[in-house]
């Protein structure tokens, strides 16, 4: 694991780091595919964990939700309007579904529905950060904001990866995987308002400083 801020890990993936799961003090962030099982199991196998807490309920992110929280006996959190995906009344991926792509990425990614114990919504505190609810490329997306330190966990609102080379960039998340596009650069625009020191996205390696984010926002005219 590699801290990147205060009480703030990523769980390491080799060669570099392109879907991202955080421990925040006791707070695991994300859950990865169904496959990242195994190193989410062995990175955090010696520290304390209290809930898991998912950016928003997509495949790439819930994939280990059930096995972690059954095995580890700790409690599912995700924002309340993605409580029906996680729970398996709303698909989980509701951008273009019938793309073969999409339905590529369900089967082999997508973990199965699990009881989401502790809904949260905007204004909460998890793991000392404040939940800014920021929809768009899912209902239920947010950014995990620390205003101390000015320390963002942003989930998809922006990557910070290309995926056809996966070196970095800061882009608006696919398209194809977005339900609401004007949206989701209402929340680019709201994420450049913070103005965060520090950036962790789902994917890519950390961004530092708010240029590139600005620059982001100001291009796509949010
Ligand atoms: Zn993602």
């Known amino acids: 694991m590699k801290q990147l801020a205060e009480g703030v890990w990523r769980l390491d993936e080799f060669p570099r780091p392109t879907i991202n799961i955080y421990l925040a003090g006791d ?6 595919r169904r496959w990242d099982l195994g190193r989410i199991r062995k990175q955090t196998a010696d520290r304390e964990l209290s809930m898991l807490a998912l950016t928003h309920v997509h495949p790439d992110h819930q994939g280990a939700a059930k096995p972690i929280c059954e095995k580890r006996e700790i409690p599912l959190a995700c924002h309340e309007d993605d409580v029906d995906a996680m729970e398996g009344r709303r698909p989980v991926q509701e951008a273009h579904p019938r793309n073969l792509y999409n339905r590529v990425i369900k089967r082999i990614w997508e973990g199965p529905p699990y009881k ?3 809904p949260f919504r905007q ?3 998890i793991a000392g950060f404040e939940v800014i609810h920021a929809p ?15 320390v963002a966990i942003c989930g998809d609102v922006v990557r910070n990866m290309s995926y056809a080379t996966t070196l970095p960039g800061v882009r608006e998340p696919p398209e194809l995987f977005t339900y609401d596009v004007a949206e989701n650069r209402r929340s680019i625009r709201k994420l450049a308002e913070l103005r965060p020191a520090l950036t962790l996205p789902g994917h890519g390696p950390v961004i530092s400083g708010h240029e590139e984010i600005e620059r982001l926002a100001e291009g796509i005219g949010a």
């Open 27 to 32: 707070v695991l962030i994300d859950a990865g």
């Open 116 to 118: 989401v114990e502790r």
């Open 123 to 125: 204004g909460d505190e």
């Open 136 to 150: 768009g490329h899912a209902r239920g997306e947010v950014i995990f904001w620390r205003q101390a330190d000015r």
